[in-house]
Antibody, heavy 122, light 111 residues
Framework: EVQLLESGGGLVQPGGSLRLSCAAS????????MSWVRQAPGKGLEWVSIISGNGDNTYSPDSVKGRFTISRDNSKKILYLQMNSLGAEDTATYYC???????????????WGQGTLVTVSS | QSVLTQPPSASGTPGQRVTISCSGS????????VYWYQQFPGAAPKLLIY???QRPSGVPDRFSGSKSGTSASLAISGLRSEDEADYYC????????????FGGGTHLTVL
């Protein structure tokens, strides 16, 4: 059974940093792309970052480019999201997700974690 | 405001067939696959449709996707009360900095 467990969320001051982690199990981690998707309170979904199975390809939208970095440790089966220069607009629940199949690029993420809440506030 | 445009709401009665539209452009839906996600309040999204019209294992065949030109649709037949949820389309855009995007979402109410 695929399991994705996010951690690292919490309250952070504006301008601060956080690193989110997503521990994966139940599948061959390095075979699948992974992503971070966020949802601000009461709002819609937003792709935050996507990474290929081997880590060679990444995507981030302009809204987080230069501030957020997605990475993965395939030996530990962990996905990361390093978030710097956080602002109020980054307040959201952050989900990690596993792609349905290998290949790049992809938006077919079939398995999702429960999400971790990031609150940016002074 | 999302580049992929969805109606904010839709509704239907049990047993009815409902469609949710997703309108884009030649740089996104017109040339890339469309994906559909379902989300219940307080829960993570669930992949319903990938590559325009493919269903992942376990998704009932009541759910179907289609694409024509720069628009896509999600159809739900035999509507059930448990289908009441938010639905999001997603696609890549080849021009807007190769952006991955979601539509704004459609809340489906089962009357």
């Amino acid at each position: 059974e695929v399991q994705l467990l996010e951690s690292g969320g919490g309250l952070v001051q504006p301008g601060g940093s956080l690193r989110l982690s997503c521990a994966a199990s139940g599948f061959t981690f390095n075979n699948y792309g992974m992503s971070w998707v966020r949802q601000a309170p009461g709002k819609g979904l937003e792709w935050v970052s996507i990474i290929s199975g081997n880590g060679d390809n990444t995507y981030s939208p302009d809204s987080v480019k230069g501030r957020f970095t997605i990475s993965r440790d395939n030996s530990k089966k962990i996905l990361y999201l390093q978030m710097n220069s956080l602002g109020a607009e980054d307040t959201a629940t952050y989900y990690c997700a596993k792609a349905l199949s290998s290949g790049w690029p992809t938006l077919n993420f079939e398995s999702w974690g429960q999400g971790t809440l990031v609150t940016v506030s002074s | 405001q999302s580049v992929l445009t969805q109606p904010p709401s839709a509704s239907g009665t049990p047993g009815q067939r409902v469609t949710i539209s997703c309108s884009g452009s030649s740089s996104n839906i017109g040339r890339n696959y469309v994906y559909w996600y379902q989300q219940f309040p307080g829960a993570a999204p669930k992949l319903l449709i990938y590559r325009n019209n493919q269903r992942p294992s376990g998704v009932p065949d009541r759910f179907s996707g289609s694409k024509s030109g720069t628009s896509a649709s999600l159809a739900i037949s035999g509507l059930r009360s448990e289908d009441e949820a938010d639905y999001y389309c997603a696609a890549w855009d080849d021009i807007l900095s190769d952006s991955a995007m979601f539509g704004g979402g459609t809340h489906l109410t089962v009357l």
